[in-house]
Nanobody, 122 residues
Framework: VQLQASGGGLVQAGGSTRLSCTDSRRTSSNNGVGWFRQAPGKEREFVAAISWRGETLYADSVKDRFTISRDIAKNTVYLQMSELKSEDTAVYLC?????????????????WGRGTLVTVSS
């Protein structure tokens, strides 16, 4: 598994953006994939996850604003982020789970990408 996250940048509060996480080695289609984020001075936190068959999990802080999806043919998982707030500013990382399912626990993820920075300006 080799993950590459992309799509970060500067976004205005209330705006939208989409992150992508691509597995260039095409070996994670049967695994759950999650998005986490880490803001400066804070611990890494769970954002969203998706199972191999499309079941989703969300953190309460992003539910109804963010949507996770995956395109198996493209080996890519997306995180559509809307109604962005300044507190969404963080480095966003994607990770592949050890199992076919998504999880809120970072310990259950085996492979991690390098992350992409999202900055929300107010």
């Amino acid at each position: 598994v080799q993950l590459q996250a992309s799509g970060g940048g500067l976004v205005q509060a209330g705006g939208s953006t989409r992150l992508s996480c691509t597995d260039s080695r095409r070996t994670s289609s049967n695994n759950g994939v999650g998005w986490f984020r880490q803001a400066p001075g804070k611990e890494r936190e769970f954002v969203a996850a998706i199972s191999w068959r499309g079941e989703t999990l969300y953190a309460d802080s992003v539910k109804d604003r963010f949507t996770i999806s995956r395109d198996i043919a493209k080996n890519t998982v997306y995180l559509q982020m809307s109604e962005l707030k300044s507190e969404d500013t963080a480095v966003y990382l994607c990770a592949v789970n050890r199992s076919p399912y998504g999880s809120r626990s970072s310990d259950s993820y085996r492979y991690w990408g390098r992350g992409t920075l999202v900055t929300v300006s107010s």
